[in-house]
């Protein structure tokens, strides 16, 4: 009986943090937060991370979501990055990290 309600509360766990990450996707704004979601797409077998600073909303509840840089040379605009398609059922959180919380960075390869 136990384990029934342990998988019923890992299920409304799961559920809540989706709507969350659903409704932080649909009132998106870029600011000086680094933002991740974490997805599944139905052929791959592990949960993957996509760093993201813009969200399109598309028709059939799915997402555009993609990193792009903007580099500037000769007055002409260039965005490189990564964008994903992902269906609302993919999606299971998003991740916001504030750097002004930390007091230093390290970064790796």
């Keep these: 009986m136990s384990e029934i309600n342990d998988s019923d509360a890992l299920q409304d766990q799961f559920t809540a943090e989706r709507e969350d990450a659903l409704k932080r996707l649909d009132h998106f704004i870029n600011d000086d937060k680094d933002y991740y979601v974490i997805y599944q797409k139905a052929n791959q077998s592990a949960k993957r991370e996509l760093k993201f600073n813009q969200v399109k909303k598309m028709k059939e509840n799915k997402y555009a979501i993609a990193m792009h840089n903007e580099d500037f ?37």
Excluded: C, K, M, Q
């Design 73 to 109: 040379n000769d007055a002409i605009r260039y965005y490189n990055g990564e964008e994903i398609i992902l269906e609302e059922n993919e999606i299971f959180e998003v991740r916001i990290i504030d750097p002004d919380e930390y007091d230093f960075v390290v970064y790796t390869d």
